[in-house]
């Protein structure tokens, strides 16, 4: 079975600063990862995926993960944020023929001014 | 425009009372599927549906139903809501065939069981 463990429950900011949401995952094959954000009041919204090939990955809004197979990590990072961003994260896994995705508990980012 | 609609986005009912939040997505997926959200334990299937007439238990199936009549419709029954049940739910489909595995959600619906 496969888990995901996000290790902040809050991560506070300034704008314009740097930041960098932590996500591990546990499986014994092969996983497609996914982050999705939650603005308030709203659906989820794909932000990146990894599904093979490089191990850095662009999505929407500025942001990029990095797929690290060693560490079992899927950590997601922008170097410059804007309050815009205030939002819920959250980080998925799932493995190939799953009829699932396997969501982390979230990350709540707040900008501050 | 491509979308996956739930109605109604929010509900607040008394424990007992039967009711159906319904899900329509109108993109053809085969793959739809039910999630209820909880703080600190982020989003949880209930139910999965892998086309018309197939549909299984996911991690929380408890207290709920599904039927998979039509393609873009899965509904989501609770026929005798408890407290406990009170949850953002969200449902979800993805095309069946193809690599990407993304999923599409819809909007939620905030349930409210007293």
């Known amino acids: 079975a496969q888990s995901v463990t996000q290790l902040d429950s809050q991560v506070p900011v300034f704008e314009e600063a740097p930041v960098e949401l932590r996500c591990n995952y546990s499986?014994?094959?092969?996983?497609?990862l996914f982050w999705y954000v939650q603005y308030p009041n709203q659906g989820l919204q794909l932000l990146l995926k990894y599904l093979s090939g490089s191990t850095l990955v662009k999505g929407i809004n500025g942001f990029e993960a990095e797929f690290n197979k060693s560490q079992t990590s899927f950590h997601l990072r922008k170097p410059s944020v804007h309050i815009s961003d205030t939002a819920e994260y959250f980080c998925?896994?799932?493995?190939?023929?799953?009829?699932?995705?396997?969501f982390g508990q979230g990350t709540r980012l707040t900008i501050n001014p | 425009e491509a979308q996956v609609t739930q109605n109604p986005r929010y509900l607040i009912t008394v424990t007992g009372k039967k009711l159906t939040v319904t899900c329509s997505q109108n993109m053809n997926h085969e793959y739809m599927s039910w999630y209820r959200q909880d703080p600190g334990l982020g989003l949880r299937q209930i139910y999965y549906s892998m086309n018309v007439e197939v549909t299984d238990k996911g991690d929380v199936p408890e207290g709920y139903k599904v039927s998979r009549k039509e393609k873009r419709n899965f509904p989501l029954i609770l026929e005798s809501p408890s407290p406990n049940q009170t949850s953002l739910y969200f449902c979800a489909s993805r095309p069946f065939s193809g690599s990407s595995y993304e999923q599409y959600f819809g909007p939620g619906t905030r349930l409210t069981v007293t």
């Open positions: 499986s014994s094959v092969s996983v497609y």
């Open positions: 998925a896994v799932s493995v190939r023929r799953a009829q699932k995705l396997v």
